[in-house]
């Protein structure tokens, strides 16, 4: 359904050795640099058909994380929800909500782990028992 996401940072540096890390975790490489008609810096990483896009704001203003906004990671296995969220820990970013692990709902028996980057933005990784 999606084919990207783009968020904001106030520091594309420290972005860019978060999301190095922590999306490398899921088998994405180093991001590729790329610059708005704007001049503005941007970084993009794909993998799997989709990408992920970090920007500096385009309007001059701070970048702000999206209030009730979760972006959503895909994992193959609750190993990797856990290594999601301790490398995302690791490098700078938040543990929130309640620690890595199985929850189960309406919606099915899934792995999950919370994180906010270093901008704030709240991420989520998943694995959903099969």
């Known amino acids: 359904m999606f084919s990207h ?3 904001g940072s106030n520091d594309l540096e420290r972005s860019k050795r978060f999301y190095d890390a922590v999306l490398g975790v ?3 490489g ?3 640099r790329g610059q708005a008609p704007s001049g503005h810096n941007r970084l993009f990483y794909r993998h799997d058909g989709a ?3 970090i920007t500096q704001p385009i309007n001059g203003e ?5 209030n009730g906004g979760t972006i959503g990671f895909k994992c193959s296995s609750p190993e990797q929800v856990k290594e999601f969220h301790d490398v995302a820990v ?6 929130i909500e ?4 199985l929850r189960e ?13 270093p901008d704030g933005n709240k991420l989520c990784a998943m694995y959903r028992v099969k």
């Open 5 to 7: 996401v783009l968020i």
């Open 26 to 28: 899921l088998g994405a």
């Open 30 to 32: 180093e991001a590729y």
């Open 51 to 53: 990408a992920l896009g």
């Open 62 to 66: 701070a970048a702000t994380c999206a």
């Open 90 to 95: 690791a490098h700078g970013g938040t543990s």
């Open 98 to 101: 309640e620690p890595p692990g």
């Open 105 to 117: 709902g309406a919606m099915g028996a899934m792995h999950l782990a919370y994180v906010r980057d």
